[in-house]
């Protein structure tokens, strides 16, 4: 029995005005003529069945195609039986077995189980009715071997992919079997059906990501919307205190926020468009790759290559618009502009502080930690406020979030810096190491707070880190839990007038860290040169999580007076002990130990130098780490030793 179009009635042919032809965006088939015949002048068609307008071209139905030359009878085909399928699912339930097969459904050849098919075939819908369903046993599954173009009669033995072409036995004297990469037809169709499947479960993968993207950004369109709704309310709110002016600058503030609003929706809604695209051609290539799998004829070969380069195009980052984040995550800036302040001068600022401008983060080169810059502030502005959010979720792990250490970074990240009002810059302090971050700001003037700014995306530095002087102690957080080596190296002393400062300890050592331990650094300056004097440098220091953890500790050279050939370099500083080593020269001073803090060698003469700071204990010039790590003039930031007049 041929299979025919459900409007004229008529049986499908190969090719012509009854070639069957599919409606690409529902899926219904019928003949050529029908459907021209529907045609709307602009191009789309409206199914005859149900009713959905297709905008997309339609194009020949594959696999009716091959079951009609299948049944047209070709005596001088050769017929090659293909093993019928084995236990194969319900494709309805898939749950049961198969038994039967429905050449009238969609996609033809859709295989039910008993149960299936009855509850499909009794619908009242009418299309259904006159379908015949078919045991799958007493179908005869087998396809022609196609005939040679060249030897007329003799039929095909191989195929290749680089010409697209099949031949015969024959053919090898007329043609370069191996440069075309011939090869026999049971392997192409084995390459072919080994090849399709992955093709297809990665082509769902990237439908299942289309949609998820899809529904992300479904959520950011509301977000734009409360989010534009709260600035909307809080302008209102500030400019009911001015109504004079609010009446001469509200409808301009609106505006602007609509703009705002309607500029991002726009292009959310874009790349919703765009994603929808995709989705359709991705839908679209694994219905012609099942078809092209359910075809009974190997002539399918000839379109198989095609349908699989397209696929993999499809698959290709630069061709699939995924999904990048949103233009602004759903903060709506408002601006006072200074013409405005202008005009209400005897009123008062309006607004909250100014937004800040020219907002950028960037890697610090000397520290190797995210500095945030702005332009210099305005002179209304009284205070700045900085927050920072992480741009992933919150751990998941119960474990995780209930310890101290995720505790101790939550509330520091959650908790906004305030800075002087004279700032055009700061150092982020207490980030996770590799981690993206969202970043604003705002400021104080006599009216309040003013709206954030807009969000900057900065993205700490990752392992292996280099963190240098920066003049103060700063603190990372570690992102995941491991071994981890920690490098140490404390300042160098300054060099005398005829003698060389000390050189800082080297020490290295690993240690197992968690993930949200936070690490607090100082790293030790190198002392400055006074006179004919230097005192001595800095010592580095590493704690985990609470300063009293002390991890690594380098100390800084010692300094030196360098006055005269009698006098002596500055001490290297000890790594053989946790003792601090005794100073040189005529008069002299033994070191700190434990992290106790250096002597003074005091003199009678003019001519003295100050023992440096430990760990724990400043020393009578300098701070311990506990307590800063500040010095007195001339010796390095970490506890390193002040000159004296002639000495250090």
């Not at 196609?146 to 195929?159: I, K, M, S, T, W």
């Not at 609003?261 to 991705?282: C, F, N, P, Y």
Request: glycine letters at 12%.
């Amino acid at each position: 029995m041929g299979l025919n179009c459900p409007l004229c009635q008529k049986d499908y042919t190969t090719g012509g005005e009854l070639q069957p032809r599919l409606l690409i965006g529902c899926g219904h088939t019928f003949c050529r003529t029908c459907l021209d015949n529907r045609k709307k002048p602009d191009g789309r068609t409206e199914c005859p069945q149900c009713s959905l307008i297709s905008t997309e071209p339609h194009a020949p139905n594959i696999t009716i195609m091959n079951y009609v030359d299948v049944q047209t009878e070709r005596p001088t085909q050769v017929m090659h039986p293909v093993p019928a399928p084995q236990k194969t699912m319900c494709q309805d339930c898939k749950k049961r077995v198969a038994t039967l097969i429905c050449f009238q459904c969609l996609p033809v050849g859709f295989m039910f189980c008993d149960t299936c098919s009855e509850l499909e075939h009794s619908r009242a819908f009418a299309p259904v009715k006159d379908h015949a369903p078919r045991p799958i046993a007493n179908v005869r599954f087998e396809t022609p071997v196609p005939n040679c173009q060249v030897h007329v009669g003799v039929p095909c033995l191989y195929f290749s992919f680089r010409v697209n072409k099949f031949a015969c036995e024959e053919c090898r004297g007329i043609f370069n079997f191996e440069q075309d990469q011939y090869m026999s037809i049971d392997t192409a169709v084995a390459q072919v059906r080994d090849e399709l499947p992955s093709l297809i479960q990665l082509t769902r993968e990237r439908v299942d990501t289309i949609a998820h993207t899809r529904a992300q950004l479904d959520d950011l369109l509301k977000r734009v919307d409360q989010e534009g709704g709260k600035a909307l309310d809080r302008v209102r709110v500030e400019f009911q205190q001015f109504e004079i002016a609010l009446k001469k600058r509200l409808v301009s503030v609106e505006q602007t926020i609509e703009t705002e609003i309607r500029s991002q929706k726009k292009a959310l809604t874009q790349q919703m468009d765009e994603l929808e695209v995709a989705q359709g051609r991705l839908d679209t290539s694994v219905v012609q790759a099942n078809m092209i799998l359910q075809m009974p004829d190997y002539t399918y070969l000839q379109q198989a290559e095609a349908i699989m380069d397209n696929i993999k195009g499809q698959l290709s980052e630069e061709d699939v618009p995924l999904y990048q984040g949103p233009v602004t995550e759903g903060i709506i800036p408002v601006h006072i502009p200074p013409t405005f302040l202008e005009e209400i001068d005897q009123l008062g600022t309006v607004g909250g502080g100014s937004m800040p401008a020219r907002l950028t983060c960037d890697t610090d080169n000397d520290g190797g930690f995210l500095m945030l810059k702005w332009e210099q502030p305005d002179p209304s502005v009284r205070e700045y406020e900085i927050q920072c959010e992480p741009m992933e979720e919150k751990d998941a792990d119960p474990l995780v979030m209930a310890s101290a250490s995720y505790a101790e970074y939550r509330q520091q990240i959650q908790t906004p810096v305030k800075i002087r009002s004279d700032s055009s810059q700061w150092r982020l302090d207490g980030l996770m190491v590799g981690k993206k971050y969202s970043i604003r700001m705002r400021s104080l003037n006599i009216a309040g707070w003013g709206v954030w700014s807009h969000q900057v995306i900065s993205q700490f530095p990752d392992f292996p880190l280099k963190i240098g002087y920066s003049g103060s102690i700063v603190k990372l957080v570690i992102p995941y839990d491991g071994m981890y080596c920690i490098t140490a190296q404390g300042a160098k002393a300054a060099d005398g007038e005829t003698r060389k400062g000390g050189r800082g300890a080297i020490v290295e050592a690993k240690f197992l860290l968690n993930k949200y331990d936070t690490l607090i650094i100082l790293c030790g300056g190198m002392s400055q040169k006074v006179g004919t004097s230097s005192g001595g440098g800095g010592g580095t220091f590493v704690s985990q999580n609470r300063e009293i953890q002390l991890l690594v500790a380098s100390g800084g050279g010692g300094g030196t007076r360098g006055y005269d050939l009698d006098d002596h370099d500055g001490r290297d500083a000890n790594i053989e002990t946790s003792e601090g080593l005794d100073g040189v020269g005529q008069q002299w001073a033994s070191g700190g130990a434990d992290g106790g803090a250096g002597k003074d060698a005091l003199f009678t003469g003019p001519c003295w130098g100050y023992g440096g700071a430990g760990f724990k204990q400043s020393a009578s010039t300098a701070k311990s780490f506990l307590q800063g790590g500040s010095t007195g003039e001339g010796g390095g930031f970490g506890g390193g030793g002040a000159a004296g007049f002639y000495g250090g």
